[in-house]
């Protein structure tokens, strides 16, 4: 069993900062992406960013610039740096990790943390 907790998420002004982490427990041999995923009302589910076990990183086209994510594999955990911030990024942010669990052979498993919300707003 592994579990995601997110953490970082509140109210913050137009233009400030938040950093995001989400730390992941559990019979953890290794993980492969995490990312973070976010949802606004009346609004699909969208990719904000992922970062592969190498290091490697993807990023939505509207946080290209403004957002980081990085990660920490000695404590399985991920970051998400939110610079700029804008009323448009106000949504329920995910926390999402493709585990490989010990005794499990090669299989993987989708986990997902409860959400954080970030509030944008003046």
């Known amino acids: 069993q592994v579990r995601l907790m997110e953490s970082g998420g509140g109210l913050v002004q137009p233009g400030g900062s938040l950093r995001l982490s989400c730390a992941a427990s559990?019979?953890?041999?290794?993980?492969?992406?995490m990312g973070w995923y976010r949802q606004a009302p009346g609004m699909q589910r969208e990719l904000v960013a992922t970062v592969n076990s190498g290091g490697g990183t993807d990023y939505a086209d509207s946080v290209k610039g403004r957002f980081t994510i990085s990660r920490d594999n000695a404590k399985n955990t991920v970051y998400l740096h939110m610079n700029s911030l804008k009323p448009e990024d106000t949504a329920l942010y995910y926390c999402h990790a493709d585990v490989v669990e010990d005794n499990r052979g090669r299989a993987s498993t989708d986990y997902w943390g409860g959400g954080t919300l970030v509030t944008v707003f003046s």
């Open positions: 559990g019979n953890i041999f290794s993980i492969n992406a």
